[in-house]
Nanobody, 122 residues
Framework: QVQLVESGGGSVRAGGSLILSCATS????????VAWFRQAPGGEREGVAS????????VYIDSARGRFSIFQNKEKNSVYLQMDSLKPEDTGMYYC???????????????WGRGTHVNVSS
């Protein structure tokens, strides 16, 4: 079993920054990859960024590249998403997910947190 707990969401103005945290615990292999997904109101859940815990390789969707940064603190078993230059279209529920490999597909992640909400106003 893997447990994931997100924190750090909130409301900011466009251009602002937020850092999301995902505290992880449980089966090490099952959380080999940790990713952040987001779901806008009425939209589908999409992968934003992912990181391989072992080697630190990261992947971003185009809209996040250059503005978001995913990183980890292995001692704290936590993964973070630093979000800068936020835009209203970044608004949504952000979920932390863990799986054996990093993909952008929700079906490839067996474990999910409950989410933290991000609201970006114009």
């Amino acid at each position: 079993q893997v447990q994931l707990v997100e924190s750090g969401g909130g409301s900011v103005r466009a251009g602002g920054s937020l850092i999301l945290s995902c505290a992880t615990s449980g089966n090490t292999y099952a959380r080999n990859c940790v990713a952040w997904f987001r779901q806008a109101p009425g939209g589908e859940r999409e992968g934003v960024a992912s990181i391989y815990r072992a080697g630190g390789t990261t992947v971003y969707i185009d809209s996040a590249r250059g503005r978001f940064s995913i990183f980890q603190n292995k001692e704290k078993n936590s993964v973070y998403l630093q979000m800068d230059s936020l835009k209203p279209e970044d608004t949504g529920m952000y979920y932390c997910a863990a799986g054996g490999g990093c993909t952008r597909y929700t079906v490839d992640y067996s474990y999910w947190g409950r989410g933290t909400h991000v609201n970006v106003s114009s």
